[in-house]
């Protein structure tokens, strides 16, 4: 089952307006829940680019947040939306969140496997042992490992209005990663805005459209983005984003 809430779209993700707000439509099906995301990713450009819409699930995978942009849809880690967005079909995105997370196999298998058919007490008693602290080994790894990828600097927000406003001024402009067909383009605006767009889209659709505040992320000033990641601004004429360089263009 899917636990579904809209932002900014009709009951059935067909049209968009930034008036709708979030609605929860509660559970649905597998075959519920992909055929909403087949009409999401069918909105009309014009209104996905004005209402900012999508699309928050929780299933058995955790919860997600969902955009589209150019018929496509794009999946979000809706606890961590700096993380790389996955481009999906609807059937894919259904059937990979409703992929509940498993558990490793425990060692104590291949040790009971590996064993002769009537082990000494003593060797029962061993490979118990050196299963336990198996186990107990790679529950620490696992811990201390997923805390260490997780670990990353909070961006800091610019809260002096003399700064924010140069900085701001700075940043407006549109950038890109080069002139060619599927290159990538930033704008920024000096409303508060930042638009992404592929180059040679089909009617100019933009990708994602957000909107940002000024900040700081390991000491280098950034662009927060409310749904799309973090921009990094490593000087008045260059941006990184996901890795990507965008130089200035105008």
Not at 208 to 227: E, Y
């Amino acid at each position: 089952m899917f636990t579904v809430t809209t932002v900014n779209l009709t009951s059935d993700t067909t049209g968009a307006d930034s008036s709708l707000g979030a609605a929860e439509l509660g559970p649905l099906s597998t075959e519920e829940f992909a055929a909403l995301l087949g009409r999401f990713q069918q909105l009309e450009a014009r209104q996905n680019h004005d209402a900012d819409p999508h699309i928050l699930v929780t299933a058995a995978a955790g919860r997600f947040l969902i955009r589209t942009g150019q018929g496509k849809l794009l999946l979000y880690n809706a606890r961590d939306t700096t993380q790389p967005y996955s481009e999906l079909s609807a059937s894919e995105i259904a059937a990979q969140l409703d992929r509940p997370h498993t558990a490793p196999l425990p060692l104590a298998t291949e040790s009971t496997a590996a064993a002769p058919k009537s082990p000494p007490h003593y060797a029962i008693a061993f490979a118990i042992l050196i299963a336990g602290l198996g186990l107990n080994g790679y529950t620490l790894y696992s811990v201390f490992y997923t805390e260490s990828v997780n670990i990353s600097e909070a961006v800091v927000l610019l809260t002096d209005p003399a700064e924010v406003a140069t900085r701001g001024r700075d940043a407006v402009g549109s950038y890109t990663t080069g002139n060619l067909p599927g290159d990538r383009a930033i704008t920024v605006t000096s409303d508060g805005k930042i638009q992404f767009f592929e180059l040679g889209a089909k009617d100019g659709m933009t990708l994602n459209a957000d909107t940002f505040k000024l900040g700081r992320h390991n000491k280098k000033f950034c662009l927060l983005t409310a749904g799309s990641g973090v921009v990094h601004i490593v000087n008045p004429d260059t941006l990184v984003y996901y890795r990507d360089t965008y130089r200035r263009a105008k």
